[in-house]
Nanobody, 124 residues
């Protein structure tokens, strides 16, 4: 059974940090590119950060560059999103997803499997 399970979401003050995890089961993560997406209330889901499979190329949306870091540990079948200097506008449900392509894509429909999401709230 293919499954992605995110964790690590929480309520945090502005300027704080969180580390999101995405554990994959039922398949081998190393053959997939990974994307982290987020959806705020009333907004469309957007790609936040992505990482390709073999070469580790990464993408960050401009609003998170320098603050977020995506990584993967294929031995643990797990992906991470380290989020620092969090801002209220980072508040959203964060989803991880994987695509069978080696290279990441920003097109949501190209992702084959999605997690259930984890809530991040940045508020004072």
């Amino acid at each position: 059974q293919v499954q992605l399970v995110e964790s690590g979401g929480d309520l945090v003050h502005p300027g704080g940090s969180l580390r999101l995890s995405c554990v994959a089961s039922g398949f081998t993560l190393e053959h997939y590119a990974i994307g982290w997406f987020r959806q705020a209330p009333g907004k469309e889901r957007e790609a936040v950060s992505c990482i390709s499979s073999s070469d580790g190329y990464t993408y960050y949306v401009n609003s998170v560059k320098g603050r977020f870091t995506i990584s993967r540990d294929d031995a643990k079948n797990t992906a991470y999103l380290q989020m620092n200097s969090l801002k209220p506008e980072d508040t959203a449900v964060y989803y991880c997803a994987v695509t069978k392509n080696y290279y990441y894509t920003l097109v949501l429909k190209d992702y084959n499997y999605w997690g259930q999401g984890t809530q991040v709230i940045v508020s004072s």
